[in-house]
């Protein structure tokens, strides 16, 4: 393709991948399993900020964001220095045998910057699912009851249980069951598929009608612990349900004496322009689920919720060796504290702005546009075929690899794989925002021409 001029922040090579990349991607292939998916053929060689370096010197403006991981940008100054400072004193103790302080201070701190001004405390774990197996476990201790509602389309991870509590099939569940008994399914908004003629206050109301009716033909309130939500669902299409089936739904479990887990695991730490996409629809969750941005990358996770539902385990029930690692708890304070000085929260509504703005002015010329969403800066361009109205996956897939070629990372996602997602650390600058959407728009524009001339992609 063409995008053959010079860039102020991009560099790619002709051949690519290249040289350097082709003999580590054959120790790959041999050494890894296939099933541990890849979406570039890149070796890093460093990264900072919002740009990534690989081993034959290209340069690639990242979109992706290591899946929404990196909102603070790659290697931050002050999080790199507060993880050298703690490597220096101790670098794991097992909090389970020798305590330290950095666990408790981080356990406050998310005491006071998430939803709720009541009493909260944290547990610390190693991954998102992590989270999510402890939110569940800790909810069904507290309430005595096993049921636990998760939505369609909803993504909480790859254990037993976040397939379970997961819907899309392939890859995620695809032969490997049975899986976790007492795991039901509601229906989540899609607002830009409801029925014709539908306004979306109707279509708000009838979701919440779905819901009303699923607890009484698929679950009973008496015996459910908790619904499972994803403020903004992720990995099923970054989809922004209406605020008031949001509410709604979180009146229903009060009224019901069902518990409301907020998984915030994709949607927290400023992705969505609120610290956590829950202030967005005014809820105050009983347990939130935290994890990928919490540290810039390093491998932590969190629940938070309310004291009371929190102590319901007794010593030793909850836990794990690595849980509340020194070296990730400083670096999340050190994430958290860059957040708040440099006005993160702010920037993500600018760079969400910035996105969707673009797209939309994109949207008459090229009518695979079906719709540009987001809040703040968790954004996606969803690409249908204008006549049949289905879901463009091919053609996403092709402008996925165009836009690698070129130098800008991408990442797609929706049950049919037709939406393009945008995880842009939140410290990426204006210019390097405008070079990168420059180069994906011209790559959409010219992948059109060839499909609308009988090309396709």
Not at 170 to 183: D, E, I, S
Not at 187 to 207: I, K, N, T, V
Request: aromatic share 8%; net charge negative.
């Amino acid at each position: 393709m063409g995008l053959t001029r010079e860039r102020a922040f991009v560099s790619v090579a002709a051949e690519f991948p290249g040289p350097r990349a082709r003999e580590p991607l054959e120790r790959r292939n041999a050494y890894v399993p296939k099933g541990i998916g890849n979406n570039t053929p890149v070796f890093v060689q460093k990264a900072e900020g919002a740009l990534i370096h690989d081993v034959d010197g290209n340069v690639f403006l990242d979109f992706a964001g290591a899946i929404g991981s990196l909102n603070a940008g790659h290697c931050p100054p002050e999080v790199v220095e507060a993880i050298r400072r703690q490597a220096e004193q101790y670098i794991h103790t097992c909090f389970h045998v020798a305590m330290y302080e950095p666990y408790v201070a981080l356990a406050e701190k998310l005491a006071q910057i998430t939803p709720g001004a009541f009493p909260k405390k944290t547990i610390f774990l190693n991954s998102g699912a992590e989270a999510v197996e402890n939110a569940v476990k800790i909810a069904r201790k507290y309430t005595g009851k096993p049921g636990i509602v998760s939505f369609t389309r909803g993504f909480h991870g790859r254990t037993l249980l976040g397939m379970s509590l997961t819907s899309k099939v392939k890859p995620y569940k695809y032969g490997m069951g049975p899986f976790a008994p007492a795991v039901y399914k509601a229906q989540y908004p899609y607002p830009l598929h409801r029925p014709g003629g539908m306004s979306e206050a109707e279509y708000a109301r009838y979701c919440v009608r779905q819901f009303e009716d699923f607890l009484l033909t698929e679950a009973a309130p008496e015996e459910l612990v908790a619904v499972i939500m994803e403020p903004v669902q992720g990995e099923g299409g970054f989809i922004v349900p209406p605020k008031s089936f949001v509410q709604e739904v979180y009146e229903l479990c009060r009224s019901r004496g069902i518990l409301f887990i907020a998984d915030e695991i994709q949607t927290g730490f400023g992705r969505t322009g609120t610290m956590f996409a829950s202030e967005h629809f005014g809820i105050e969750p009983d347990l939130i689920t935290m994890s990928k941005s919490i540290a810039a990358g390093l491998p932590i996770s969190a629940v938070t919720g309310r004291a009371e539902v929190m102590d319901a385990p007794g010593p030793g029930e909850i836990g794990g060796t690595y849980g509340g690692s020194p070296l990730g708890r400083v670096a999340a304070l050190a994430v958290i504290e860059k957040i708040e000085r440099e006005r993160l929260l702010e920037r993500s509504r600018r760079i969400g702005e910035t996105i969707r703005s673009y797209f939309a002015g994109l949207q008459q010329s090229v009518p695979l546009i079906a719709e540009v969403r987001g809040l703040g800066a968790m954004c996606a361009v969803e690409l249908t075929h204008p006549e049949s109205g289905q879901p463009a996956k091919a053609f996403t897939a092709a402008l996925q690899k165009a836009c690698c070629e070129a130098g800008v990372i991408l990442l797609t996602a929706g049950v049919h794989g037709n939406v393009v997602r945008f995880l842009t650390p939140l410290v990426m600058t204006d210019e390097q925002l405008a070079e990168g959407l420059e180069i994906i728009g011209e790559l959409l524009r010219e992948l059109y021409a060839r499909w609308e001339t009988g090309d396709e992609a």
